[in-house]
Every structure is written in C-alpha cells, then in structure tokens.
C-alpha cells in the first residue's frame, strides 16, 4: 500500500514539475518578445525605424500578454506601445490594467504624462504627484512632463483652435505650480 501512495505522490509531483516547467517556457518567451517591443519602441523613437515598426509590433505584444497575463512588464511594454502609436484611450486602460498587477511609480508617471497630452490637467496632477511620492528620482521627468505638456498659460492658449482664447486663473496656477512644486524643486 505505502508503494501505491509513494508511486502516485510521485506521479502528482511529476506533473506539477512539468507544469511548471511549460509555465517558465512560456514566461520567457514573453520575455524576448516583450523585449523585442521595446527594443522597436525605442527605434522608432529615435527616428531609427519608420514609424511602421511600431504596428508590426501589436501582434507581438498581444501574444506576450497571452503567454503571460499576469506579467507587468507585457501590461506595460503593451500601454507604452499604444501611447507612442497614439492611441491615448488604449494606452490609459492599458496603463490602468497594469496597475492593477503592481502599482510601479513609472506607470504613474506615464499615465500623468497621457492625462497631460489628453488636455487633463488634474487627473495628470494626481497621477504625476503619485509617481513623485513614491520614487523621489521622478520629480524632474514629472516637472519636465508638466512643462512640455502643461506649459504655461500662453503655451495651451496658442494650442487652442483660434489660439485667442485668455488663460483662466486655474490655467495660470497650474502652469507655475505644476504637478506638485515645493519650495525645494523650484
């Protein structure tokens, strides 16, 4: 009877090995495809790659996400494609989904940045203020971020259609505070 169990407890832990050897397979092979995504990202964004690069990397992303759905690399390398294709609203949800794996200070940075670009001032504050509350090193990409995308008051009235319209209070404030400054920043 004692071989009977030994056999069977042998068997079980033949095939969670097994499992867990499929599960490694597939989790690297995510990996190299997340990482050939990015490695495209940055081609592009550089002006090393035409801009076509970037589509041809949705199916791959895709399939790492499928390889591996629970990896918050896939979920972010996946948001971070959609925002340079400029696909804002994908991007947001992607950059959201990922959060909920691990709430990385660098998705809040890239998800201030989005809400910066998308004309969302407050919600970018929040998310840009979150990113620099929880890694100090991120207080001068956040700033810099509100500059580029914030900007001051004249800078966002020239980008409105017409460009006559006058800055409101808010729109003033937020261009010299921008996400969060101190004393210490300025």
């Given at each position: 009877?004692?071989?009977?169990?030994?056999?069977?407890?042998?068997?079980?832990?033949?095939?969670?090995?097994?499992?867990?050897?499929?599960?490694?397979?597939?989790?690297?092979?995510?990996?190299?495809?997340?990482?050939?995504?990015?490695?495209?990202?940055?081609?592009?964004?550089?002006?090393?790659?035409?801009?076509?690069?970037?589509?041809?990397?949705?199916?791959?992303?895709?399939?790492?996400?499928?390889?591996?759905?629970?990896?918050?690399?896939?979920?972010?390398?996946?948001?971070?494609?959609?925002?340079?294709?400029?696909?804002?609203?994908?991007?947001?949800?992607?950059?959201?989904?990922?959060?909920?794996?691990?709430?990385?200070?660098?998705?809040?940075?890239?998800?201030?940045i989005l809400e910066l670009r998308r004309?969302?001032?407050?919600?970018?504050?929040?998310?840009?203020?979150?990113?620099?509350?929880?890694?100090r090193r991120l207080v001068k990409p956040?700033?810099?971020?509100?500059?580029?995308?914030?900007?001051?008051?004249?800078?966002?009235?020239?980008?409105?259609?017409?460009?006559?319209?006058?800055?409101?209070?808010?729109?003033?404030?937020?261009?010299?505070?921008?996400?969060?400054r101190t004393d210490q920043d300025r």
């Amino acid at each position: 009877m004692r071989r009977l169990v030994a056999a069977g407890l042998l068997a079980l832990a033949l095939v969670a090995l097994v499992g867990q050897w499929r599960r490694a397979e597939r989790r690297l092979e995510s990996s190299h495809l997340v990482w050939a995504v990015k490695q495209r990202g940055q081609a592009a964004s550089s002006g090393q790659a035409p801009s076509g690069v970037l589509a041809g990397a949705i199916p791959m992303i895709r399939e790492a996400q499928a390889l591996d759905p629970v990896s918050i690399e896939a979920a972010a390398a996946a948001a971070d494609l959609y925002f340079l294709l400029g696909r804002d609203e994908t991007a947001r949800e992607g950059y959201l989904a990922a959060m909920r794996l691990e709430a990385r200070p660098e998705l809040y940075l890239n998800l201030g940045i989005l809400e910066l670009r998308r004309g969302n001032f407050d919600q970018a504050k929040v998310y840009l203020r979150a990113a620099r509350r929880l890694d100090r090193r991120l207080v001068k990409p956040a700033n810099a971020a509100w500059k580029k995308y914030g900007g001051n008051a004249s800078q966002r009235k020239s980008r409105q259609p017409g460009g006559t319209e006058e800055p409101s209070r808010s729109d003033a404030a937020r261009s010299e505070d921008g996400p969060d400054r101190t004393d210490q920043d300025r």
